[in-house]
């Protein structure tokens, strides 16, 4: 990623693949793991153990192909919509959720999961458990009234990964 020039990601288009490779892999030479994986996972987990937070459905905006914010959130909401702001992230994911060739390999963060949660005997268990938790994956369009046209979503609770160090829920119609 070219930090010399500026990129608006929905108009430029960015390659998230690399995005996620860059920031989120398990590579043993990803120097972000800690920023962007470990430290978000643990506050995320803390945030939704605690009992507070909990519905039907969550709706996830979140920028790029990344779902490490939902492992814990699938624990506590049945529904989750997730928002994309383009095609290749959403083809993204849905390579991951029906388990495509080529798809991201998130098993890192579901272990990482499953770790904080005290129960690494149940690595597949969890990732399973936030697929069938998932059961749309939408473009969205934030200039647009209706932001997921011509799909109407019911009044929700939103989730938004403000750069993985905060939860903030807000209520959308």
């Not at 929905?10 to 030479?29: A, C, L, P």
Request: glycine share 6%; proline share 2%.
């Amino acid at each position: 990623m070219n930090s010399a020039r500026y990129k608006f990601y929905h108009i430029h288009g960015v390659d998230f693949r690399d995005y996620i490779d860059t920031f989120f892999s398990n590579k043993e030479d990803m120097i972000y793991g800690e920023d962007s994986l470990k430290f978000p996972m643990a506050h995320l987990h803390y945030q939704f153990s605690s009992g507070q937070i909990a519905g039907t459905l969550l709706i996830d905006i979140s920028i790029g192909s990344v779902l490490h914010q939902l492992f814990f959130a699938s624990n506590c909401f049945k529904e989750i919509v997730v928002l994309k702001f383009n095609e290749k992230c959403i083809m993204e994911l849905t390579r991951w959720l029906h388990d495509r060739t080529g798809a991201f390999d998130w098993t890192h963060a579901s272990a990482a999961a499953v770790e904080l949660e005290g129960k690494r005997d149940n690595l597949h268990k969890k990732e399973m458990h936030l697929k069938s938790s998932i059961k749309q994956i939408l473009k969205c369009d934030l200039g647009q009234e209706n932001i997921t046209a011509p799909v109407d979503l019911p009044l929700s609770y939103c989730l938004q990964d403000q750069g993985s160090r905060a939860v903030s829920i807000v209520k959308l119609r």
